[in-house]
């Protein structure tokens, strides 16, 4: 006589096996995938070496910056609308930035200008300043 298979605890236990084996590897296989490369950062873009420290290469590498003239004692910047649309902090970050790597070969100052028009400067005595309007100046732009 032949037995019949019957279903039971014996047979649920076989299926949740089967279900742990079946998803005990893929899991392994997402955590795997979704797990951070440490090689990214060697493949990442690389500014020229020497650009941390040399006020000239970092300003040209600036796409804030549209000229800069170094031909004086006084760093004058010439910056576009993407300079001027950024935050405040960013702009006297960067302004100091430019100062401290000038001041070290240099004793002047470092005057950013936009369209012409002085609109910060960073000297030792007073550090980061950005130029105001005043409200004469204000009223005859907007007419």
């Known amino acids: 006589m032949m037995k ?5 605890p014996a047979s649920l236990a076989a299926i949740l096996r ?8 893929v899991a392994m296989l997402f955590a795997y ?7 990214q950062t060697a493949n990442a873009p690389k500014y020229p070496t020497g650009i941390s420290e040399d006020v000239e290469q970092q300003l040209k ?5 549209d000229s800069f003239d170094t031909s004086s004692e006084d760093l004058v910047v010439n910056v576009n609308e993407a300079w001027l ?3 405040p902090g960013m702009q006297e970050r960067s302004v100091g930035q ?8 240099h004793s002047g100052k470092v005057i950013v ?6 609109i910060a400067t960073w000297t030792s005595e007073n550090g980061y300043k950005p130029e105001t309007k005043s409200k004469g100046d204000e009223s005859r732009s907007e007419s």
């Open 4 to 8: 019949e298979r019957t279903r039971g």
């Open 18 to 25: 089967l279900a742990l084996w079946t998803v005990a590897p």
């Open 33 to 39: 995938a979704c797990g951070g490369d440490s090689r």
């Open 61 to 65: 590498y600036d796409a804030r910056v």
């Open 85 to 87: 649309n950024s935050p």
């Open 98 to 105: 430019w100062y401290s790597l000038w001041h070290s070969n």
């Open 113 to 118: 200008q936009h369209d012409g028009n002085t």
